[in-house]
């Protein structure tokens, strides 16, 4: 990479804090919407798993947390649709995609991180472990918007919703990615927080040394 | 001599502030109902644009069926508004060229449907049942409904209401339901006659039918549960 060249570009990140809040509102939301009908199964007999806590809940009741959750939605799914467009178009998608030569680079990454490795050298702006958690993470949002798709409209994309089993395991899936998302975030948090300040800037101002 | 600076790129400054703006926005109550309602209005719009009448829920096998035993009842306000059932009549009123009152007798001359379809209630459980009746679409032929009138209101026995698109409401699968798993239509389902929508959820398929009011343009009771902050549109 040219050292003038940020290491984020603008698109990326207006769309990765776009990201950021619209997954807490329809996460938050989403275990509202769960909450109206807490099971993966027949209404009758009724077989209820345990509610989420009220206070992870956002939106008051299902009414209220399908506003936040269709308004969001579709920031989410346009901030996607921009973001898949910009890296691929741009080439920069090489920088997160996770591709076959990254595989060997995941273990000593690992070790490393553990404190049983030595650091291993970088050359590029996300490591092969960064590039793995990345992708799927792009991949998890990815089935979250499809799926909910499939879920908000069964009968017009009825081809959207064959592929994952029918209507009620499409809604499995919708919940599972959540799951996944869910694993997702806390670790990244905690790599960012052991990053330390400038590389937490550096996804406000485009990194690359600038405060 | 140095030339001052200019402050670098204040309006990159300004830009930096944008989410800040967001957030002020979210927390602020009146402003936030005001965001999601638009997008909820967004969505409505979408879905009532790109609406394809072609397309139709899959229809079931008799095995596929879910047992009447097991198909919930979600009575909003009461399970047997007691209507009585030989003297109801359905008052069809509005943009319509026959205007009036109309007995069961009168609906039944139309052609029957059966129909083995999904429920889906917008707390996200379904269940496949087995609906007879005739198609909404036939009624408003019948009664000389305006061929360009927009919506079809719906009154309740009880406090209930409702209001369709009218694409929705021609949609062939759209009936006024009469009969469920071959049986007249019980009291807590909705007797004398409810809607099945299988393009729509739940709620919008309103039981204990009084009347129904062919209209352009939706006054502030737009449907009960709508009126609250459901979609308008429901549609699936």
């Known amino acids: ?211 | 001599m140095p030339v001052p600076q200019p402050p670098r790129s204040t309006r990159r400054e300004l830009l930096k502030m944008l989410p800040v703006a967001g957030a002020a926005v979210l927390l602020q109550p009146t402003w936030r109902s005001l965001v999601i309602a638009r997008g909820l209005a967004l969505s409505d719009a979408i879905s009532e644009r790109t609406f394809d009448a072609r397309l139709a829920a899959p229809p079931y096998a008799d095995a596929q069926v879910t047992p009447f035993d097991r198909f919930p009842l979600n009575s909003y306000l009461v399970d047997d508004p007691e209507i009585d059932l030989d003297e109801w009549r359905l008052e069809i009123s509005g943009l319509v060229a026959k205007p009036g009152q109309y007995t069961l007798r009168d609906l039944r001359s139309l052609p029957r449907v059966r129909q083995n379809t999904r429920h889906i209630c917008i707390e996200g459980w379904d269940v496949i049942g087995s609906f007879g009746g005739i198609r909404l679409g036939d009624v408003l032929t019948l009664v000389g409904a305006d061929q360009r009138a927009r919506f079809v209101e719906v009154m309740c026995g009880d406090d209930y209401y409702e209001s369709l698109d009218m694409a929705t409401a021609r949609h062939w699968q759209s009936l006024l339901c009469d009969e469920m798993y071959g049986r007249p239509l019980t009291r807590e389902h909705g007797a004398p006659l409810r809607l099945v929508l299988p393009t729509k959820l739940g709620y919008k398929q309103a039981k204990y039918i009084v009347g129904l009011r062919v209209s352009d343009a939706l006054g502030v009771k737009r449907g009960y549960w709508v009126d609250q902050g459901y979609s308008w549109y429901g549609g699936l």
Not at chain 1, 40 to 63: H, M, N, Q, T, Y
Not at chain 1, 115 to 121: I, R, S, Y
Request: hydrophobic fraction near 50%; charge should be positive.
């Open chain 1, 1 to 211: 990479m040219p050292p003038d060249r940020l290491e984020h570009p603008a698109i990326v990140r207006v769309c990765h804090w776009t990201f950021a809040l619209s997954l807490l509102v329809l996460i938050g939301s989403g275990l509202e919407v769960f909450a109206a009908f807490p099971s993966f199964g027949e209404k009758l007999p009724a077989s209820d798993l345990p509610v989420p806590l009220s206070i992870l809940r956002i939106g008051g009741w299902l009414g209220g947390a399908l506003q936040w959750h269709f308004t969001f939605a579709w920031l989410l799914a346009t901030a996607t649709a921009i973001y898949f467009t910009y890296q691929v178009v741009s080439g920069n998608a090489r920088q997160v995609l996770f591709a076959r030569r990254d595989a060997r680079g995941v273990w000593p990454m690992v070790r490393y991180y553990m404190l049983v490795g030595p650091k291993p050298d970088m050359t590029e702006t996300y490591n092969p472990l960064q590039k793995l958690a990345y992708t799927i993470a792009l991949l998890l949002i990815v089935v979250s918007l499809v799926t909910g798709f499939a879920l908000y409209k069964p009968v017009q994309l009825s081809w959207l919703v064959y592929p994952f089993g029918g209507f009620r395991l499409t809604r499995v899936w919708h919940f599972a990615a959540m799951c996944g998302l869910l694993a997702f975030i806390p670790g990244h948090l905690v790599m960012v927080a052991l990053h330390g300040w400038c590389n937490f800037a550096g996804m406000w101002t485009g990194g690359r040394g600038r405060p």
